[in-house]
């Protein structure tokens, strides 16, 4: 499970200093083949391989931002960071946003592209598999004092205020990648061409999306600045009467506030957004 070497191939040394030959000669029988210390790499090659592909999935579109070389090295220097430590590789990158933190220099100098483009990535895994709880039907609403009523979000809801539109530039990028099946250099350079046009179109600009899953399938639904307010003070636990208050405070009070804000409920609640 340690990190590989030179050319990828096993360290020479164990973490205690031995030489792995004599550590792998403990471990593993030679056979007419190879050696104890050769038959025990091909694990530890498969092994980081494994890793490095999960996590090259997962960050299609940081990989895309950053560019092959480089996220090659930022995903090695993670990698060490924070190794996996959980039965399921869905977690591996779960520190990256911290270790971005911790090590800006990987970022830079495009800090919120980089660091906004990880947390849509771990949104994403967190709207695939996390939990779905049982859905409230509003009609419970009626007559009720919104001063005492608290709604959860499901759990797989990431709300995000983003620096760039990398909700379409994401959706652009893994529909590229499925070039990946087509085994040919041509193919692959479309794929580059694609990533690098793409990366050159984004510009800043704020946007707030919610990353859910509905029926299956993981979406980004934009949302206005009001609705994002509401629903994050939601998520925070706040009463629906505090949720709107938040909107006064914040100045984003549309007009026509009852209808909206009416047609927003009926809109989460037909998503399957609110939970027990």
């Not at 299609?60 to 090295?73: C, K, N, Q, W, Y």
């Not at 990880?118 to 039907?137: G, K, M, S, T």
């Not at 990431?158 to 379409?168: A, F, K, P, R, V």
């Not at 629903?231 to 984003?252: F, P, R, Y």
Request: charged share 30%; aromatic share 10%; hydrophobic share 40%.
């Amino acid at each position: 499970m340690r990190p590989l070497g030179r050319n990828d191939g096993m360290q020479a040394k164990a973490a205690d200093g031995r030489s792995m030959k004599s550590v792998a000669a403990g471990i593993i029988k030679p056979n007419d083949r190879l050696t104890s210390f050769e038959r025990l790499e091909i694990y530890n090659r498969q092994y980081w391989f494994r890793l490095k592909d999960c996590f090259y999935d997962d960050y299609t579109g940081l990989r895309a931002i950053l560019g092959d070389r480089r996220f090659e090295s930022l995903a090695l220097a993670y990698l060490k960071r924070y190794p996996s430590e959980c039965f399921t590789l869905r977690n591996l990158g779960r520190n990256l946003l911290k270790f971005l933190a911790e090590e800006p220099r990987w970022a830079a100098p495009d800090q919120r592209l980089v660091t906004d483009m990880a947390r849509l990535e771990w949104a994403h895994i967190e709207a695939f598999d996390n939990e779905a709880r049982p859905e409230v039907d509003l009609s419970f609403l009626a007559g009720k004092d919104p001063g005492r009523i608290r709604l959860k979000l499901q759990p797989h809801i990431t709300l995000l205020e983003l620096g760039y539109e990398l909700d379409e530039f994401l959706i652009k990028i893994k529909q590229g990648e499925r070039l990946r099946d087509e085994a040919s250099n041509a193919m692959e350079m479309r794929r580059g061409h694609l990533r690098n046009r793409l990366r050159r179109r984004l510009k800043p600009k704020t946007i707030y999306v919610a990353v859910h899953r509905f029926k299956d399938s993981v979406f980004y639904k934009r949302l206005e600045r009001p609705q994002f307010r509401m629903l994050s003070a939601l998520q925070n636990k706040a009463t629906i009467a505090e949720a709107c208050d938040v909107l006064v405070e914040d100045g984003t009070v549309p007009q026509d506030i009852g209808g909206k804000v009416k047609m927003w409920f009926e809109t989460w609640a037909a998503l399957g957004w609110f939970c027990e």
